[in-house]
């Protein structure tokens, strides 16, 4: 370990409000009482001696002695509770390889942060989710459960059971060791003819689900074995599809259908009546700091959260601070030629946007080659057009935001999930009039 991670590990302990600082000083206190009264049980004679003893040197070298003194017994102090700390932690979770300091951080500071609702799906959410959990702990996830294609589609249809894909991606996000839970669960299966196409985490999911009897059990118990920092709730447990009515006034059923068609929509509904929300859902919404809103596709992953009955009013009637998340592009056979405008329309016409505080819109430029590969794909970047004052009433927060990841061989535009939760916790009040938001680290 090199210096600089050792000294940010030290300093960790100094953040406020982490509980330690006052042991730390009663440790402190209690060896200074105790040589105090060793001192006075052998009748001075014990620090007189030490004292003759450092007198009888030249004054260099008993300045030199005292300084060494000094800096050894501070480290010993430090390292001394560290490894305490670290024994204890390890005795109370023997699997896990994270620092002292870093748990006595989670558990003090990041367990006291604002409780945040986000609303999405898709890979949109993930990356929210991602960032923020670097901020706080009381984190939840209100994901759609319509999608019906790819690996998902066919365990809904053979299994009987919700899509698990979206779950499972924001389950991955929040993961305390979300490098290697990735790489294992977003495994697909490429020989077996049954199983070809499936994602190991969709699998596990749905074997769980089986196992436990329920859907929302099942997320729960992977939940617990992922270790992950918040909670993930589908929107409901209701199995039901999307409709869209495209512009030519055509029906079309399904998530992938709507999402592959290429005509433009109209409106999207849900092929049931008063869908229940998934009662959690209502409760965390109300119970929220923060509702974040975005971002995912405008039609397949963000509004499907709202037809849900009771979710969008519950959304406008919350007391907590409201943020929209812009999308950095718009996708093909869905919000083709969208501006930001069109999509805060759209999107109004689903939840009431004056009862939402601000909207987060990316303000770094995207690369040549990222432009020219959208361009492709007939996609672009979704033009900043919103004005303040504007007719939803959101403050608008321009903020560098933009990463780029390699998604099966292609360089493709993403939020950067740090930078987003740094443009959250710099503007959003329940951040900042708490003052208890740390910087994320990756």
């Not at 118990?221 to 709730?233: F, Q």
Request: net charge neutral.
């Amino acid at each position: 370990m090199t210096l600089a991670p050792k000294l940010k590990s030290m300093l960790r302990w100094l953040t406020p409000g982490m509980r330690v600082k006052r042991w730390v000083a009663l440790l402190l206190a209690g060896a200074i009482l105790l040589v105090i009264a060793i001192d006075d049980l052998s009748a001075g004679r014990f620090i007189a001696a030490l004292h003759d003893a450092q007198h009888a040197l030249p004054p260099a070298w008993e300045w030199l002695i005292n300084t060494l003194m000094i800096l050894l017994g501070i480290a010993a102090l430090s390292v001394g509770l560290s490894r305490l700390l670290r024994s204890v932690a390890r005795g109370v979770a023997p699997g896990s390889s994270v620092r002292a300091s870093e748990h006595v951080y989670r558990t003090r500071i990041l367990e006291r942060a604002p409780n945040v609702v986000c609303i999405g799906g898709g890979t949109g959410m993930s990356t929210v989710l991602r960032g923020l959990k670097t901020l706080t702990t009381n984190l939840t996830a209100v994901v759609a459960v319509m999608d019906d294609g790819g690996s998902s589609g066919r365990i809904r249809e053979e299994l009987d059971m919700l899509p698990p894909g979206d779950i499972r991606n924001c389950l991955v996000a929040l993961a305390e060791d979300e490098q290697r839970i990735a790489h294992l669960f977003q495994h697909r299966f490429t020989k077996s003819a049954p199983l070809q196409g499936h994602s190991l985490g969709n699998l596990l999911l749905a074997g769980l689900t089986q196992a436990t009897g329920s859907f929302d059990r099942a997320i729960e118990e992977m939940s617990h074995i992922l270790d992950v920092r918040g909670r993930v709730l589908p929107a409901t447990l209701a199995d039901t599809h999307l409709v869209a009515i495209m512009d030519d006034r055509a029906r079309v059923v399904g998530e992938t259908a709507i999402a592959n068609d290429p005509r433009c929509i109209r409106e999207v509904f849900l092929d049931a009546d008063n869908v229940s929300a998934y009662e959690p859902v209502l409760d965390a919404i109300r119970d929220a700091d923060l509702i974040i809103l975005g971002p995912g596709s405008l039609y397949t992953s963000l509004i499907p959260n709202l037809l849900v009955k009771d979710i969008a009013a519950v959304v406008e009637a919350a007391s907590a601070e409201k943020i929209l998340v812009a999308n950095l592009m718009t996708q093909p056979g869905e919000t083709d030629g969208y501006t930001l405008r069109d999509h805060l329309s759209t999107l109004n016409r689903y939840v009431r946007l004056q009862r939402f505080d601000a909207i987060i819109v990316n303000a770094a430029p995207l690369s040549p080659s990222i432009l020219e590969r959208y361009r492709e794909e007939a996609a672009g970047p979704v033009l900043d057009d919103l004005t303040e004052p504007n007719a939803f009433g959101v403050r608008i927060i321009r903020e560098p935001i933009l990463g780029e990841l390699e998604i099966a061989g292609k360089l493709t535009a993403k939020h950067d999930p740090l930078l987003l939760a740094k443009a959250i916790a710099r503007h959003a009040r329940s951040f900042t009039q708490r003052g208890s938001w740390q910087r994320p680290t990756p």
